[in-house]
């Protein structure tokens, strides 16, 4: 399978607890996108990496989290001192050089006790 | 597996026939709109997309329309199969923007 993967695929932490997620975007794919998504919401965008460099951020992105992509390839989310809000699924998904449409993996499902 | 679909409105069908699910936008400037349909438990899924310089593209027992004038899309799903049982989103984005914009979620049921 040549798609986005996450991992883990499910994450359970207590409050307080620092947690990190990976992403890998599908080869040669040089941008790449966070995004959460609460049940019965649509996803909503976090940031966006094109190579290594993080060029936007949302307003959804408090202080406790930090996304990296340091060789411009896979990146990590960590969230610190996770909260019982911060419950919700955590997508990734990845778009080519060319082109508009991004292609998700399969998520991260985050539980905070 | 935990549903996505909670809450949202539903399409009931019966297998065999046409589905069409609507979404309307808000951002008179999106320039780009991408369907993308979500089994629970998974990620979403691209099905389709349109860009505004078309009202109709289709695929494979798929079509999207988009009506510019009322901020309108919808995808139809032609005879309905019981592996389109799904939510599905329609999403839009700017040019020039990142961020893809997701409209509210609508969930279809096929019944065998």
């Known amino acids: 399978d040549t798609g986005v993967s996450q991992n883990p695929r499910h994450k359970i932490t207590k409050r307080g607890q620092n947690v990190t997620f990976r992403c890998d975007p599908i080869s040669e794919h040089n941008r790449l996108y966070w995004y959460r998504q609460t049940l019965g919401q649509g996803p909503e965008f976090l940031t966006y990496f094109q190579n290594e460099a993080q060029l936007e951020k949302s307003r959804l992105l408090s202080d406790r989290f930090s996304a990296e992509r340091p060789k411009g390839s896979f990146s990590t989310l960590e969230i610190q001192r996770t909260e019982q809000g911060d419950s919700a699924m955590y997508l990734c998904?990845?778009?080519?050089?060319?082109?508009?449409?991004?292609?998700f993996g399969p998520g991260t499902r985050l539980t905070v006790l | 597996g935990e549903s996505v679909g909670l809450h949202l409105p539903t399409l009931s069908v019966q297998e065999g026939d046409n589905s069409i699910i609507n979404c309307a936008y808000s951002?008179?400037?999106?320039?780009?709109f991408i369907w993308y349909k979500q089994e629970s438990g998974k990620g979403p899924q691209f099905i389709i997309d349109?860009?505004?310089?078309?009202d109709k593209r289709q695929g494979q027992r798929v079509t999207v329309l988009l009506n510019k004038t009322v901020k309108h899309l919808s995808l139809q799903i032609a005879a309905t199969q019981p592996g389109d049982s799904a939510v599905y989103f329609c999403a839009e984005i700017t040019y020039g923007n990142n961020r893809l914009a997701f409209g509210k979620g609508n969930q279809v049921v096929v019944i065998p």
């Open positions: 998904a990845s778009s080519p050089p060319v082109g508009d449409t991004q292609y």
């Open positions: 349109i860009r505004s310089n078309m």
């Open positions: 951002n008179s400037a999106s320039d780009y």
